[in-house]
């Protein structure tokens, strides 16, 4: 979607100069948190970018990828790294079980009941009292060491393992989307039954998709949990979090794998900062703000941003450039 | 008490079948999945509740008041969200119909505040017991005004011109269009009447019911559950949907931890997805 891999590097340069510059924790902590929902939105963009599946329940891997680490750490004394692979192997069958439940019928109800699930989970991990229920989960403080993925009261560290993360990320979509795995998603993208027909394992594939975002998503919720140290029910299975990666996504380009980069580095410090200013007031500025770019993207241009800026009218020579 | 709770269970089902039957008449017609229904039924609620705190009327007022405010919406809506993502992506409308959503939670939130209110002057007070049965007025009122409207509905599919119309619509555009049937017309008129559900929905709700800015998304998601359930689309499914969501939730919420009773409805939904993927009623 850049014209050119120079456009990568730059702002991978970019992110990683960006926090040497600009200090405050404050907003080495947004710095964090956009590079986290880029993320998430990158692995929501294989499933619902290039296969077109309308997952509206991701955030209930973010939350089992939190909980894995959180009562592997706090019950049985054991390293958030094995907590890290638990939570992988645990999303993979949920998100299994889940595909093989609704990915046998039309579109519409994968989406519902993908909510349906995201729901679900936050009742159960709020009335499980042995996982600390509704009152959440405080990690123990140990001494800051990568082995012990804690590092006391620094932010560089955690935003640069989750840039690391997000690099990966972007490496994996961007080779999928070159591979045949990635040709099959979009052609079940455009139409289920064209890709049945010239003999694309439907089911096969919408599975495998689903489960490999899952599984990526995972190990976002338990960077999370080992970046505040504290989890509850609330802030790791909020149906926000799955809407937020969509939002992205589509705002930034779904489908592509810069999309995700690009929707997060607006959205989440635009997201942060009118909080920020305006914010705890109650008053939900922020949201309407939000609710606003929702609506204005998908009507203006639903292949989101990049495809507007390129209808600028003083882009025009460029029209008819590839797209994809 | 068994009895005490499936009267429970039906009234309460029959408002979801009402809020369900408004989705199927837009999911049908319009082919999309209104994500703002919610949301919708929450600005009901609270237009229910300022007639009855500002202006002091009665239900029989507010009810009126009520359709005029959610059919003027409804035409909003279709004019200048749904019409220009009719024919967009899955994904594209989910999102206007979900900022939408957003958009009306941002309002309330802005205007009313986040407090829960009830109404204080409601209309239907006291309760009715027959035999051993005891049950509130205004739950009592609000399952009739369900299932009443639901039957008001269904004569207006089955008999009328219109709602054949908008039934010919739902079974195939193009050719419904070639019969000389007005879409735009029929689209926003389908978007008007799924306003008028919720309204009536809303309205009884709020003699009951906690109002505040997010109420919205857990009724819809029970409603769309009692939608799934009866099959996408399909009328009488949608009630008979709810009437199981309904009673499911008030069984649950009476034999194990009432937190959990949202829990198992969802559970019979996955549940029932697995091996009847279209609903009970569905084709």
């Given amino acids: 979607m850049l014209r050119s891999r120079g456009g990568y590097w730059l702002l991978l340069l970019i992110g990683l100069v960006l926090p040497l510059v600009i200090t405050p924790s404050f907003y080495r902590h947004i710095m964090t948190m956009t590079v986290m929902y880029a993320c998430l939105a990158e692995a929501w963009n294989i499933v ?44 993979a069958t949920v998100a299994a079980v889940i595909g093989w439940a609704s990915f046998k019928t039309s579109g519409i109800y994968f989406a519902i009941a993908t909510l349906g699930i995201g729901e679900l989970a936050r009742t159960l991990f709020v009335s499980w009292t042995w996982a600390k229920g509704s009152v959440g989960i405080e990690m123990p403080i140990l001494p800051s060491s990568l082995l012990n993925f804690q590092f006391q009261g620094a932010r560089l560290p955690y935003y640069y393992m989750i840039l690391g993360l997000l690099v990966l990320f972007f490496w994996l979509v961007t080779k999928i989307g070159a591979s045949r795995f990635g040709y099959y998603l979009r052609t079940i993208n455009i139409s289920e039954v064209a890709a049945e027909a010239v003999g694309v394992d439907v089911l096969r594939y919408k599975m495998l998709a689903f489960v490999l975002a899952a599984m990526m998503t995972s190990v976002c919720g338990t960077f999370y949990c080992q970046y505040l140290l504290y989890i509850d029910p609330w802030s790791v299975f909020p149906s926000a979090i799955s809407m937020t990666m969509l939002f992205i996504t589509v705002f930034g380009g779904s489908g592509t794998p810069i999309g995700p980069v690009i929707g997060a580095m607006i959205l989440i410090p635009l997201g942060e900062l009118t909080r920020g200013a305006l914010g705890g007031q109650g008053k939900g500025i922020d949201l309407f703000l939000n609710a606003t770019l929702m609506i204005a993207v998908t009507i203006l241009e639903p292949r989101g941003v990049l495809q507007l800026m390129r209808r600028l009218p003083w882009r025009k020579e460029r029209t008819h450039e590839q797209t994809a | 008490m068994l009895g005490q709770l499936v009267v429970n269970g039906l009234l309460m089902g029959s408002v979801f079948a009402l809020i369900a039957s408004g989705l199927a008449f837009i999911y049908g017609p319009l082919n999309l999945v209104n994500f703002a229904h919610g949301d919708l039924l929450m600005t009901s609620m609270f237009v229910a509740f300022l007639c009855a705190d500002k202006l002091h009327v009665n239900i029989l007022l507010a009810l009126p008041i009520t359709f005029l405010v959610m059919g003027i919406i409804g035409l909003l809506d279709y004019r200048f969200l749904v019409r220009p993502v009719l024919q967009a992506p899955r994904l594209a409308q989910a999102l206007t119909t979900h900022g939408f959503g957003v958009g009306l939670q941002a309002l309330a939130l802005f205007f009313m505040g986040p407090d829960f209110r009830m109404i204080s002057n409601v209309t239907f007070r006291g309760s009715l017991s027959v035999a051993n049965l005891n049950v509130g007025m205004a739950r009592l009122m609000a399952g009739l005004a369900g299932a009443a409207s639901f039957a008001l509905l269904y004569v207006f599919l089955k008999y009328s011109k219109t709602g054949k119309a908008v039934q010919a619509i739902a079974m195939n555009r193009e050719a419904a269009t070639l019969i000389g049937i007005d879409l735009e017309r029929m689209y926003a008129l389908s978007l008007v009447i799924s306003m008028l559900c919720t309204g009536v929905a809303g309205v009884f709700l709020s003699q009951f019911y906690y109002i505040f800015p997010v109420v919205g998304p857990p009724l819809l998601s029970m409603a769309w559950v009692a939608m799934v359930i009866g099959g996408f689309g399909s009328m009488p499914g949608a009630f008979i949907g709810g009437l199981i969501v309904g009673l499911t939730q008030a069984f649950g919420g009476f034999f194990m931890n009432p937190v959990l009773k949202d829990a198992i409805i969802y559970v019979v939904f996955v549940g029932l997805m697995a091996f009847r993927p279209r609903g009970l009623f569905g084709w």
């Fill in chain 1, 48 to 91: 619902g970018g290039y296969c077109g599946q309308i997952a509206l329940g991701n955030v209930v891997f973010f939350g089992l990828g939190a909980y894995s680490s959180a009562l592997l750490v706090t019950k049985f004394g054991l390293s958030p790294w094995l907590g890290l692979l638990v939570g992988i192997v645990v999303s």
